[in-house]
């Protein structure tokens, strides 16, 4: 017989309902309150229903669906799994530690045929100027996809973006006032941005390249420097992830001269780290002190989540700074600083993406400071990220930690870690239990985490 999942029945019950006050959220409450969320996030109709939340109560259902895990996570607000008593199903079969990341699973096809299609868009892009309607809804798709990204599973948003871009150049095909025509313009290139920003996460920068290309042309006939200044960072990222530096120096530094609202903090940051990393340090440092200066002003038009720069997001980037320079302890004081800010912020509000990379210079920092209890406490968070967010970058700088641990390797807690890192990888498909956490005893020792995506089985 199932054992009972206590910890979702709990959670549940100590929800406020929205429809009785002063009572808790029923099963079929929770159930139509997530079917909601869910549309609202993806535009499409799941049916869950108050029978299911009772099989998941029951224990008859021990890892649903990505979907309807993020709907629950969402509603009863835990930012993990686990807090809900759901863990992955064991036997999940080995992969090197070079393959395809968990969250590209899938994806391939998607990633490349979108790709291709934007850069065939480029020549209409450049020359077209034409189009129709107000994109008042395409706006608030584009804000609520960068909002949703790293919350909801990725296919339905990177579909959805896919679909704007192309319903974008589908109206500029008709008669529009010049107005009309920028404002299209406008929504094309931020969803071609979006699926440029997710090609990097899920493994392929170079294909990013090819939709920056044509994002660029749209800002160019929209006028619209928020945009470039977005598409300069995305092309950054892009290029840092395949490590060229100087090619994402370039970028970021270009992007300088138009960028406004907050990209300018974020490309200013980005730049100290790439010139950093280049083997630059006057000018590093001299970009570092640039974006120390800026205030966080958001423009209207930045749709929020992965595309606005908050101080958090940037302290982030200055503690990559800092380790580049060989800085422990100051990249230490800012990666500590910068996470802080992030667990004070509104959880829904808070870029998850952007926190755990703060979280893992902590690690770095503590690691070269020979802190090892407080890197264990720092990599543990991300340890526990859901599968279906576990992006490339990410697991890139989970082995860039593991990279750090070498020293400790004689050490009872340095084998330990060690094992389990090697354990993870050839077995991702584990979130680490409560139970087979690494606890630090008073001495030193870090550990890591790479991953693969779990079979989505919704039930």
Not at 150 to 162: D, E, G, I
Request: aromatic fraction near 6%; hydrophobic fraction near 40%; charge should be negative.
């Amino acid at each position: 017989m199932s054992e009972p999942n206590e910890l979702l029945r709990a959670a549940r019950e100590r929800t406020p309902s929205r429809l009785a006050p002063g009572e808790h959220m029923s099963r079929a409450e929770l159930a139509d309150t997530i079917c909601a969320w869910l549309w609202d996030t993806t535009e499409i109709k799941y049916e869950l229903d108050g029978h299911y939340i009772a099989k998941l109560e029951r224990g008859a259902v021990r890892w649903p669906g990505a979907a309807y895990r993020s709907g629950l996570r969402h509603v009863l607000d835990v930012a993990a799994d686990n807090e809900l008593g759901f863990f992955p199903p064991s036997g999940a079969s080995p992969i090197e530690p070079d393959s395809v990341p968990p969250s590209m699973v899938g994806h391939d096809d998607d990633l490349i045929n979108a790709g291709d299609e934007s850069i065939a868009l480029l020549s209409f892009a450049e020359e077209s100027n034409v189009g129709e309607l107000t994109v008042e809804q395409l706006q608030a798709d584009i804000e609520r996809i960068a909002q949703s990204y790293l919350r909801t599973p990725t296919r339905p948003l990177f579909a959805k973006s896919r679909a704007i871009r192309d319903r974008a150049f589908g109206l500029l095909a008709g008669n529009q006032s010049p107005g009309q025509s920028r404002d299209l313009y406008s929504a094309a290139g931020w969803a071609i941005t979006l699926l440029a920003w997710m090609s990097t996460d899920l493994g392929r920068p170079d294909i990013a390249e090819g939709h920056t290309r044509t994002a660029w042309a749209c800002a160019e006939a929209a006028d619209h420097d928020v945009l470039r200044g977005w598409i300069r960072a995305t092309q950054h990222t892009a290029a840092f992830w395949q490590e060229d530096f100087s090619r994402a120096a370039a970028y970021a530094e270009d992007g300088l001269r138009y960028a406004a609202g907050t990209s300018r903090l974020f490309l200013a940051s980005a730049a100290s780290v790439d010139l950093a990393r280049a083997g630059r340090p006057d000018k590093a440092r001299e970009l570092l002190d640039l974006a120390r200066t800026l205030a966080v002003h958001p423009a209207e038009s930045e749709p929020g989540g992965v595309l606005i720069c908050t101080p958090e997001r940037a302290e982030g980037l200055w503690a990559d700074t800092h380790l580049a320079f060989g800085e422990a302890q100051r990249t230490a004081d800012q990666a500590d600083h910068s996470v802080a800010l992030f667990e004070a912020a509104p959880y829904s509000l808070r870029n998850l993406g952007s926190e755990r990379m703060a979280r893992l210079q902590q690690a770095k920092a503590r690691l070269l400071l020979g802190e090892l209890d407080g890197a264990l406490e720092a990599v543990e968070p991300v340890l526990q990220t859901q599968m279906e967010y576990r992006v490339r970058p990410l697991i890139q700088r989970l082995a860039e930690v593991a990279a750090l641990t070498s020293p400790y390797a004689r050490s009872p807690k340095g084998r330990m870690l060690r094992e389990r890192i090697a354990e993870y990888i050839q077995r991702p498909g584990h979130l680490m239990s409560p139970h087979r956490r690494i606890v630090a005893p008073p001495q030193t020792t870090p550990q890591i985490h790479l991953v693969r995506r779990s079979r989505e089985d919704q039930e």
